[in-house]
């Protein structure tokens, strides 16, 4: 079954750290672009980080960029998102999802997500 | 980056058709994707490159794309269908990958 399984979600304060991580099976990891997307409580999807295979290429949200940082090991099937000096506007769902390559880019495979809180 | 302008709700009545519109400036130069979220549960991509399916998806959804409007269109609307419905591209200019607000679907 092809599968995506986020961890490392938590309550964390103003200014701190979190490293979210997304656990892959089923497919062939390192033959996939991957994504990470966040939802705030009751407010839609944001798009917040973009990795290609072979991490050549990464790209951020304006919202995120020089906060956080996307990486994959593609030898433990595994996508990662380091959180840094969080802000209470972090806080949401953080979901990841696998670009098919038969989508043109679409998103056809997402993790159930994990929750990020920012909050003193 | 683009700035994709979704409707915040729409209803339609039980076998009706549904029209959600995703618009944006010259959007129809861009593969337009659409995702169906329920309630307490992950996105599910329904329409990719403006109007294919994924497999297990129901032909009732259809997408179109053209000018400066996307749409998704849900024929013989069913209860089950009653989710929030989010338009998606892949910004070329930026690389960014770009959602609409989301639109509400109410089945009366």
């Known amino acids: 079954e092809v599968q995506l399984v986020e961890s490392g979600g938590g309550l964390v304060q103003p200014g701190g750290s979190l490293r979210l991580s997304c656990a892959a099976s089923g497919f062939t990891f390192r033959s996939y672009e991957m994504n990470w997307v966040r939802q705030a409580p009751g407010k839609g999807l944001e798009w917040v980080s973009y990795?290609?295979?072979?991490?050549?290429?990464?790209y951020y949200a304006d919202s995120v960029k020089g906060r956080f940082t996307i990486s994959r090991d593609d030898a433990k099937n595994s996508l990662y998102l380091q959180m840094n000096s969080l802000r209470p506007e972090d806080t949401a769902v953080y979901y990841c999802?696998?670009?098919?390559?038969?989508?043109?880019?679409?998103?056809?495979?997402w993790g159930q997500g994990t929750t990020v809180t920012v909050s003193s | 980056s683009s700035v994709l302008t979704q409707p915040p709700s729409v209803s339609v009545a039980p076998g009706k058709t549904a029209r959600i519109t995703c618009g944006g400036n010259?959007?129809?130069?861009?593969?337009v994707h659409w995702y169906q979220q329920k309630p307490g549960q992950a996105p599910v991509l329904v329409i990719y490159y403006d109007n294919e399916r994924p497999s297990g998806i129901p032909e009732r959804l259809s997408g179109s794309n053209s000018g400066n409007t996307a749409t998704l269109t849900i024929s013989r609307v069913e209860a089950g269908d009653e989710a929030d419905y989010y338009c998606q591209v892949w910004d070329v200019s930026s690389d960014h990958r770009v959602f609409g607000g989301g639109t509400k679907l109410t089945v009366l």
């Open positions: 010259n959007i129809g130069s861009k593969s």
């Open positions: 990795i290609r295979t072979t991490s050549t290429t990464v």
């Open positions: 999802a696998r670009e098919g390559r038969t989508t043109v880019g679409g998103m056809d495979v």
